[in-house]
């Protein structure tokens, strides 16, 4: 079994928690290193590109969460083996960046600066991203490919769930239910798959 180490703020979200949740599930023991924000300042110097996820493995290091995350998706049978259903899971995986992207574009802002660009993100950007993942799962059923749950099912729940835990400056928690309540009605249901119920079972018990 290679030798495993995954860099990430310590949280249970965001972009590192996907492919803590698919290693577990794959049953791969790992070293879950994590840091605070304070810390991340000095972290960031060993990273390839200045930025986290990481992942080490066998002593070398990789970046790239997408491309992680598909990596390990294989490995946990998460990620499909058709072509088409790849591409489903992959293009909702890059929405969720280009959405994710959007809100990080106002970090470090403050004060009324930081309340407009938040404004902005809820009136547009917020509601044409969740709107379109809405119309994709209502074509693909109870998940967004392959049938089952892919790690593109763990991208959004993150991602959801995030926009939902009112921890964000002038984004309502409320934004996912009342934007896109079928989309609220999943993030409950996939929090509740074996997965990611099993992932946090055993990060209770340590």
């Known amino acids: 079994m290679p030798q495993i180490k995954v860099s990430y703020f310590d949280v249970d979200g965001g972009r590192g928690e996907p492919i803590r949740i698919v290693l577990h599930a794959a ?3 790992f070293e879950d290193f994590r840091f605070g924000y304070g810390e991340f300042a000095e972290v960031r110097k060993t990273t390839p590109l200045g930025q986290v996820p990481t992942v080490n493995i066998e002593g070398v290091q990789y970046t790239q969460s997408s491309a992680l995350l598909r990596y390990f998706g294989k ?3 998460l990620y499909p083996q058709d072509a088409f259903q790849a591409l ?3 293009e909702i995986m890059d929405g969720c960046e280009d959405l994710t992207n959007k809100l990080v574009a106002s970090f470090g802002l403050q004060g009324d600066a930081l309340k407009s660009a ?3 993100f809820v009136a547009g950007p917020l509601p044409l991203y969740l709107g379109w993942m809405s119309q ?3 074509a693909q059923g109870n998940y967004f490919a392959n049938g089952k749950l892919t790690i593109a099912d763990l991208k ?3 991602l959801l769930r995030w926009l939902g835990s009112g921890q964000l400056d002038h984004i309502p928690a409320d934004s996912v239910a009342r934007i896109a309540p079928s989309l609220q009605a999943y993030a409950e249901r996939i929090g509740a798959e074996p997965v990611i119920s ?3 079972q055993a990060r209770a018990a340590k």
């Open 88 to 90: 489903l899971c992959d």
């Open 118 to 120: 938040r404004e902005a």
């Open 75 to 77: 490995v946990a049978d």
């Open 198 to 200: 099993a992932y946090y």
């Open 27 to 29: 049953g791969i023991p």
């Open 136 to 138: 994709k799962l209502a």
């Open 156 to 158: 959004v729940f993150m």
